[in-house]
């Protein structure tokens, strides 16, 4: 993300003074403007062929960005929160991903519980 606000920065000072409109967006024209839902898929479907990569759709990676973070055992609870959903019944969805954070939360409990009992 800082690579992006670099970039937007430098386009802001090359933009003609008084075009620039400064929205505060992630995506936006090189005068700042919101870019239509058309123009961003282009671009996006350039850069995957650029990348010479499967073709997938922009809402793919939605899916990608929730299993990734699932797999890195972020709390559900806070992938709810980070994806907007209203309530905990989407993460449904990725139950393909939970059985392994199942299983590697257990094994934690059990590290913890028996370092406990070998404590004492």
Not at 23 to 41: A, S
Not at 101 to 117: M, P, R, Y
């Amino acid at each position: 993300m800082r690579e992006v606000e670099k970039r937007y920065k430098a386009e802001k000072l090359k933009a003609d003074p008084g075009m620039y409109e400064d929205n505060g967006l992630v995506i936006c024209t090189i005068v700042g403007t919101p870019v239509t839902p058309r123009n961003l898929m282009r671009s996006f479907y350039r850069l995957i062929e650029k990348a010479q990569v499967k073709k997938i759709k922009i809402h793919d990676l939605r899916h990608s960005h929730a299993t990734m973070l699932l797999k890195a055992n972020v709390n559900p609870k806070v992938v709810v929160e980070r994806m907007g959903w209203s309530d905990m019944k989407m993460i449904d969805r990725y139950a393909h991903v939970l059985p392994n954070i199942q299983k590697e939360t257990a094994e934690t409990f059990g590290k913890v519980f028996f370092e406990n009992k070998e404590a004492k």
